[in-house]
């Protein structure tokens, strides 16, 4: 026990930061060379020997399309292209990639853009010898045989131009409107896929054209940002008073705003290759040719030397660049596609006037994860340690109120720790890290408010629930509005903490499968079962006590992978605060009135957080439970400072950690693994930049915050099913009994979080502080509705109540469901409905005739006078 005093002691701290200095100075960042990262694989070559250049390529049915396209027969002479109207089919028939004959085209015809739709593959526009094209056609392969139909056709005519897909819009950008290269264009075009359907279709929309010079040959990709799916254009050529220009720039179109931005340079010139985005935040540039070598008035021979063979990979996030390592085959003049779980690269260029048939198909390569002796060693220790604490205060628990109240004797600091390691979780220490790593410092607001709900906390939730002695929270809406309402509300409190206690270990197992070795699934189980034995064993004592102990090596492992981090970026201190102005990575509020954007509004933050905090501290068992386990009210109030106090300085360290993270990699970006999610990036620099021990402890510190809330879910959601339901019930004859009663429950709820939590490992969720704040909304909202109603109103009764509840349910299925509602007002919503349907549902019914004394704000004044009147 005295350990766990030294925690809380300023000797304590001192040690702790003179280690956290000395790991800084003794451990720097490690290197890491920049490695080849994808695998390339030959299928059979297009049935067409000498290849193509310029086809459309797409996927339909699970069918590779290839079709149209232009060569040259060898050997090459002048003005000879000849140009192509078959269409190939590659399909996959027990295991083995096997040609089929899928036809022809309307006319031979090259050069144009495609993309897969769910409605087929989208062809657009195109040349021949003698004209450019504005047709565009669907390919749909029916498994015999590809039928073509006739989509609006272009604006204008379009050759050597690319196209991308984001959502259900189509969008085309620059290329030709005529043979020769002055007539190049900045057009962006858009068609909505959704309304090809109709009888009669959308025409194309003319949208902002790029600002920067006319192109063709030019790559476009779409990828996320990190707020949303964006438009990337980058390089190609122009040709302007019979000077040739070659580019490397790179622009983002954002769909949302409307608007073009021009992002880093690329590291050399780059047209008529391939990108295609990959991963959450990663494009690939696959091929490409540069001024040296796509000049077509130079003598041809088959000794040329070809295109570049070199792969760049762009980074939507830090706006930087890195090799991809060396490849095969430079094909240029075609279009990647994602089929068969790979890249697919369909014949091509790869030197002037000359084809390969070959089709390669692309994976990626995910980096070593090895963990290393010494890390399992530190990770163990500290896992075993927990279930040590577990089993030592096992032998203290001699009745429920011991499992689960501590007997009313733990310190108030310890409560205090509890309250914080329960609200921080796993998600915090890689959610919040990499929100602020792919956006900006919005959502800090949202946590800064914790102080000021803490004053609702103290002076009205705290007094209630100590007034009526509450080992659970929703004894109180039983007093207020009668069994019904405790029962729904204690049914939503128990299925809300199971849904979260797999949210939370699933994408905590997620995001500590680039950092360790382990599976989502075995992390999950490790979380899952570890928890359900310390919790099990003792109650919320251990619970609280491992609860302080996890604050301490959260906190310590992040302080020191700031240090790290910060150290590790190119020019230290002043190169991470010189990044993150230049980047704005500290704004702090988004001035819109926008709610569903993607950068988040000052005002939804407000009032999302301030609705969040507000339910989790007065209608949360999780937190109330915290409540009754200090010998006073006063003790109680100081444990809720004590959360309140450490929130700030812990937001800071975690958003600063997202911010040195982004600093760390646009500074070193070949250390970026694209096979990763936005989630994964903080425990990706544990796995590789973090001497070993080190990153075992802040490992550990991981799975120390998924485990406090784990826990604490198991806990709470056992103590209102004994509290709520059995012991109504009279479903145990002596106190002994409730306590094994207790005991199963939280073995059982245990085992069926856990379960989930392996059902629920989702690798496409884009964030997982996004997800959890859903989760929340969903079901918080109309528990704070709830206890607000009964404490800020005389006039609602129990059919307002439960009327209230039920309105507001389904408005959160439907705000979840059916709408683009930022997940941050859930909470408010929730609240807000439940609030005015339950008010004004109660003021049609007659009035109940309870006895409020003590259980609204406007009588808990009255209560006090008659308890001292009763002393008297």
Known sequence: MQILFLLNSRRFCYLAAVCICFSVLAFPISTVEARDWLKWRELPPLPNELGVAGPFAGVD???????????FPRPVWENDKQWVDQIHVLVKQQGEYVWKDGGR????????????????????????????????FLLRWDGTKVTTTPCPALPAPCCYCQAAIIGTTAYVACGQQELGLESATNTLWALDLTKLSDTVPQDWKLLPPLPGPTRAFALVAAQHDGFRDSLYVIGGRRSEDGATQFLRDVWRYEPVANEWKQRRDAPRIIMAGEAIGMGQSHILILGGADENNFDNSDELKDQHPGFPREAFSYHTITDSWSSAGEIPE???????????????????????????????????????????????VVLFAYLLAMVGVGVYFARMNKNTDDFFRGGMRIPWWAAGCSIFATMLSSLTFTGIPSKAYAQDWVYAIGNLTIPLVAIVAVYVALPFYR???????????????????????????????????????????????????????????????????????????????????????LLGGAMLAIGLLVSGVDGGVSGFLSVAASDSKFNLA???????????????????AIAQNLSSYTADQAVVQRYMTTPNETLAARSIWTNAVLAVPATLLFFGIGTALHAFYQSHPE?????????????????????????????AGIFAAAQSTVSTS???????????????????RTEHGYLNAARLCTLLIGIAGTCLGLVFANPEIRSLFDAFIIVIGLFMGVLGGLF????????????GAMTGALVGAGVMFCLWKYSTLNGYLYTACGITVCFVVGYVASLVTPQSGRDLTGLTIFDARRSELKNQHSET
């Open 61 to 71: 049915n699970d069918a590779l399309i290839v079709a149209g396209g232009a060569n």
């Open 105 to 136: 085209l309307p006319r031979p015809i090259a050069y144009g853009a495609s993309v897969s739709t769910p409605n087929g593959v989208l062809c657009i526009g195109g040349n021949d010898a003698e004209h450019v094209y504005r047709d565009v």
């Open 330 to 376: 430079n094909l240029v003049t075609t279009t990647a596609v994602r089929w068969d779980g790979a890249i697919i690269l369909p014949s091509g260029e790869i030197r002037p006037r000359v084809r390969s048939p070959h089709i390669w198909r692309i994976t990626p390569i995910a980096s070593d994860k090895s963990f290393g002796t010494l890390n399992y």
């Open 467 to 553: 007034r009526i002695d509450a080992t659970s929270a929703y004894e109180y809406l039983e007093m207020r509005f009668g069994r019904p309402v405790r029962v729904f509300a204690s049914a939503s409190f128990a299925l809300f903490h199971v849904f979260r206690m797999a949210v939370v270990m699933s994408l905590t197992g997620l995001a500590l499968a680039v950092a360790t070795p382990l599976s989502p699934a075995q992390s999950v189980l490790l979380m899952g079962v570890l928890s359900i034995l310390y919790c099990t064993m003792g109650g919320i004592e251990a619970v609280i006590w491992t609860d302080t102990i996890q604050t301490v090596v």
């Open 590 to 608: 988004n001035l819109h009135w926008d709610a569903t954007d993607a950068q988040t509004a000052f005002w939804v933050i407000i009032v999302g």
């Open 671 to 699: 250390k970026l693994d694209p096979t990763i999610t936005t989630d994964q990036i903080f425990p990706l620099f544990i796995a590789r930049e973090i001497p070993a021990g080190l990153a075992g402890l802040i490992v």
């Open 714 to 732: 198991m806990n709470s959601t056992a103590t209102t099913i004994v509290t709520d339901f059995l012991k109504p019930l009279n479903c145990c």
């Open 788 to 799: 607000l109603l009964g404490a800020l109103t005389r006039r609602a009764n129990q059919f």
